[in-house]
């Protein structure tokens, strides 16, 4: 399809295009790279883990302080996302901001080779988790503000796939150079790597459109629709009203979130994201011991922590294919009803391999599902001038649930509460979870006229304006 001019003048209608026109090469293209860039954050988020043994004995750090690092970059991520989001949305620009979160992670892993104390490396990865943090949830904005309308939560759940893909690659890597050098030449060759893709994608990827325009910086909104769509003789682009965003350009974009019209939207996607995130991480974490407590043996609990990850891979891809075919709420109900069946069913069956197994992977699938599903939520129902905001904070608070879960659940197991009693309580976190999500789409249809939302899936099938 080709660019939508406006009749009377070489005006660019971008929020139509996007809207209504089809995937080209040139967008195609960033897309791609805006995936790369998010299997980059999941392999750099997974290396240390590979080479923690061998570093701890190379620097003489026991291997229990190893919890104090990981937790470190966890809580880099945190503050990255909620610092740097709102910057992204009001002052520097997605992208910017988005290419120096890569780039600091990338010299920070180039930087954990060469570090010699416990302080050094609790330094250097905050910083690399502040990198992360920051950057993950603006490549995905920036993925759904690309993205035809039509192909737009597809493409957001891929996106999300990726992130494991990334974990999958720094394994592969690790093998690679398992053998042919120390450790630290892991470290070296993914931060540059890191480094290389950021420095490509900057010359390729554009600026978020509905930011320069709002920030009335016409001239570098024509270059990112050129990089978009290919060049054509246009002096001006056009965005929706409603798209961007209809507060003020000057308020700052928290403010908006916490403003009459959006706090209560906001505040319920924060406690699903902070449900599901707990949830997810409980059992990423507690799988295998809490199933040794139940009498399992080491390989087959370690079995089915295998299970968790391949249910996680294949429910958030298998999201992509539902979501794009069917009312986005149900599929996201009837998820959290069968997480919350399993998580019961577990809770039964925790001395039969088979069933744990099963019901595993069932558990990762529908909530790596919901999870995606919120994010696509989240990028649909606020404007585009707050949407990298919206996500950082969301996905930040969501990460204080993945931190306190695996805490919490180790002060249960010290007060010697039987597993059973933990994955029942875990059912009980989904189902806060899903009755979030039923006030969620309440608030929205209920909202007068949907003015408030004005991207969100409600909308465009009131109007008509629904993904075909």
Same mark, same amino acid.
Request: net charge positive.
């Given at each position: 399809m080709e660019p939508a001019m406006t009749s009377a003048s070489t005006a660019f209608d971008y929020s139509g295009r996007i809207r209504e026109g089809g995937l080209v090469a040139r967008q195609a293209l960033v897309l791609v790279?805006?995936?790369?860039? &998010?299997?980059?954050?999941?392999? @750099?988020?997974?290396?240390?883990?590979?080479? +923690?043994? @061998?570093? *701890?004995?190379?620097? @003489?750090?026991?291997?229990?302080?190893?919890?104090?690092?990981?937790?470190?970059?966890?809580f880099g991520a945190i503050t990255g996302a909620l610092l740097l989001s709102p910057l992204a949305d009001h002052h520097l620009?997605?992208?910017?901001?988005?290419?120096?979160?890569?780039?600091? /992670?990338?010299?920070?892993?180039? =930087?954990?080779?060469?570090?010699?104390?416990?302080?050094?490396?609790?330094?250097?990865?905050?910083?690399?988790g502040f990198g992360l943090g920051a950057a993950l949830p603006i490549l995905i904005s920036l993925a759904s503000e690309f993205s035809p309308l039509r192909h737009s939560r597809l493409i957001v759940?891929?996106?999300l796939a990726f992130v494991p893909l990334g974990s999958a690659l720094a394994s592969i890597l690790a093998k690679l150079v398992a053998g042919h050098?120390?450790?630290?030449?892991?470290?070296?060759?993914?931060?540059?790597?890191?480094?290389? $893709? %950021?420095?490509? /994608?900057?010359?390729?990827?554009?600026?978020?459109? %509905?930011?320069?325009?709002?920030?009335?910086d016409h001239a570098r909104a024509i270059s990112s629709v050129h990089r978009l769509f290919g060049p054509s003789r246009i002096d001006a682009v056009l965005v929706d009203e409603d798209r961007a965003g209809g507060d003020r350009p000057d308020k700052q974009p $928290?403010?908006?979130?916490?403003?009459?019209?959006?706090?209560?939207?906001?505040?319920?996607? !924060?406690? #699903?994201?902070?449900?599901?995130?707990?949830?997810?991480?409980?059992?990423?974490?507690?799988?295998?011991?809490?199933?040794?407590?139940?009498? $399992?043996?080491?390989?087959? #609990?370690?079995? /089915?922590?295998?299970?968790?990850?391949?249910? *996680?891979?294949?429910?958030?891809?298998?999201? #992509? !294919?539902? #979501?794009?075919?069917?009312d986005i709420y149900r599929v996201m109900y009837v998820e959290i009803l069968v997480s919350i069946a399993a998580m019961l069913a577990l809770s039964m069956v925790v001395h039969e391999p088979?069933? &744990? @197994?099963?019901?595993?992977?069932?558990? +990762? =699938?529908?909530?790596?599902?919901?999870?995606?599903?919120?994010?696509?939520?989240?990028l649909e129902t606020f404007p585009e001038a707050v949407k990298a905001t919206a996500?950082? !904070?969301?996905?930040?608070?969501?990460?204080? *649930?993945?931190? *306190?879960?695996?805490?919490?659940?180790g002060f249960l197991i010290a007060l010697k509460w039987h597993p059973s009693l933990l994955f029942i309580g875990a059912s009980f976190l989904g189902v806060i979870a899903g009755a979030a999500l039923i006030i969620v789409q309440l608030a929205v249809v209920r909202s007068a006229e949907l003015q408030s939302f004005p991207n969100h899936p409600e909308r465009r099938v009131k109007y008509g304006d629904a993904r075909r």
């Open positions: 790279m805006l995936g790369l860039l &998010v299997i980059f954050d999941g392999m @750099d988020n997974q290396l240390l883990g590979l080479i +923690a043994h @061998d570093m *701890g004995r190379d620097l @003489d750090i026991p291997i229990s302080s190893f919890g104090m690092i990981f937790s470190s970059a966890f620009g997605r992208k910017r901001v988005a290419m120096l979160g890569m780039v600091l /992670a990338g010299a920070c892993t180039i =930087a954990t080779a060469y570090a010699e104390t416990l302080v050094q490396l609790l330094s250097i990865r905050f910083l690399t759940s891929l996106m050098g120390p450790w630290s030449l892991l470290l070296v060759i993914a931060g540059i790597s890191t480094l290389v $893709l %950021t420095a490509g /994608a900057a010359l390729l990827i554009p600026e978020s459109v %509905t930011f320069l325009v709002r920030r009335r $928290l403010a908006q979130l916490l403003s009459a019209r959006f706090r209560k939207l906001t505040a319920l996607f !924060w406690i #699903a994201f902070l449900i599901d995130s707990a949830v997810l991480h409980l059992f990423l974490s507690w799988t295998p011991t809490l199933l040794i407590k139940s009498g $399992l043996s080491s390989v087959e #609990a370690v079995n /089915a922590a295998a299970m968790f990850g391949l249910g *996680g891979a294949i429910g958030t891809v298998g999201q #992509a !294919w539902l #979501a794009s075919r069917f088979d069933m &744990v @197994d099963a019901m595993t992977f069932i558990i +990762a =699938a529908t909530m790596c599902a919901f999870h995606t599903g919120l994010t696509n939520l989240v996500l950082g !904070w969301a996905i930040g608070v969501g990460r204080f *649930g993945a931190a *306190g879960a695996p805490l919490l659940i």
